[in-house]
């Protein structure tokens, strides 16, 4: 039973006639290969009726010969078949680690408890997490993307002008503290740093940063040294 010997042998292609002289015809045999191995199986037949060519069709063979062919046919679809297997398994295995990286990136960016934000050139915002959001909520910087990082936080343009160059040289900032005022008033504590991303990742912005609202802490210190 050719089934139960391409669970055994493990073939790299299978060239299998439609019309075989079994219980199992080919197709009915290619849909029950196709349920444990994605294996690249090749059609070979006489057969011209268009209704059984469209059934074969339905499991995806990787080729299809049509008799009489000629060594030379069957050698070059299943170098083809085996070329094609080989590049369809690398893409799905790139989409499977992509969709993964995707997802934990997901949930990181979500719950994180600090901002976390992307520049383009002009250190205009073009992505940022909720929690970076909720930092510049009620301080009338409702509306961050397409800003610049400066804008936000408020700083002085001798100020911008050490970070730019700070990044220029070294690639990254130090972490910086800046006041925000929301608009009863209320002082928020900020520190912020911005930083370039790996340089041998693909990506589409030009630097990252993270901000983090440490208000909370700072009142404590401020109860602790008064205590």
Request: charged content about 25%; some cysteine; aromatic content about 8%.
């Amino acid at each position: 039973d050719a089934v139960k010997l391409i669970k055994v042998v493990e073939p790299d292609v299978v060239l299998m006639d439609i019309n075989m002289k079994d219980q199992m015809d080919g197709i009915n045999a290619a849909k029950t290969i196709h349920t444990f191995t994605d294996i690249p199986i090749i059609f070979s037949t006489g057969e011209t009726k268009e209704s059984i060519i469209a059934e074969a069709l339905k499991t995806s063979p990787s080729g299809y010969i049509n008799k009489p062919f000629r060594i030379e046919d069957i050698k070059t679809t299943i170098e083809v078949s085996l070329i094609r297997y080989k590049y369809e398994k690398e893409l799905i295995e790139s989409q499977k680690a992509l969709e993964k990286s995707e997802l934990m990136f997901r949930g990181i960016f979500n719950t994180t408890p600090a901002g976390y934000f992307q520049l383009d050139k002009n250190f205009c915002l073009t992505l940022c997490n909720p929690e970076m959001e909720s930092i510049f909520k009620g301080t009338g910087k409702n509306s961050i993307l397409g800003k610049t990082i400066f804008e936000l936080v408020g700083i002085e343009k001798a100020e911008i002008k050490r970070i730019k160059m700070t990044l220029l040289k070294k690639g990254q900032m130090p972490v910086t503290g800046v006041n925000l005022y929301d608009m009863s008033g209320n002082l928020k504590n900020i520190l912020f740093s911005i930083h370039e991303p790996n340089a041998e990742t693909d990506i589409s912005f030009a630097y990252i940063g993270t901000i983090q609202d440490i208000t909370d802490y700072k009142n404590l210190e401020i109860q602790l040294r008064h205590a």
